[in-house]
């Protein structure tokens, strides 16, 4: 099982970048996926996530700015992110509780977002 993610870049304050993050292997179901953020210096934050319901939870930071969204069909997620801050500078990864079958946790590789001033 793989998670590959892209779309990372750099982008001015204001703009937007959409990360996508495909699941791919024997996945017999998927729990949750989400995105997660780390920058130098300190621990990886949860950003998003989306539930195999469909609900989602955000860090207040990205609240209103940033979406969440999957295609089931293509085990994949999408995180649309808009009005684009220099804070939000990191390098983003790719999280996935699935079963496959055993019940696991796996990362994606880091993509770097990069917001200027």
């Known amino acids: 099982v793989q998670l590959q993610a892209s779309g990372g870049g750099l982008v001015q304050a204001g703009g937007s970048l959409r990360l996508s993050c495909t699941a791919s292997g024997t996945i017999i179901g998927i729990k949750v996926m989400g995105w997660y953020r780390q920058v130098p210096g300190k621990q990886r934050e949860l950003v998003a996530n989306?539930?195999?319901?469909?609900?989602?939870d955000y860090v207040d930071s990205v609240k209103g700015r940033f979406t969440i969204s999957r295609d089931n069909a293509k085990n994949t997620i999408y995180l649309q992110m808009n009005s684009l801050k220099p804070e939000d500078t990191a390098v983003y990864y790719c999280?996935?509780?699935?079963?496959?079958?055993?019940?696991?946790?796996?990362w994606g590789q880091g993509t770097q977002v990069t917001v200027s001033s």
């Open positions: 999280n996935a509780d699935l079963i496959t079958p055993v019940r696991r946790t796996y």
């Open positions: 989306i539930i195999s319901g469909g609900g989602t």
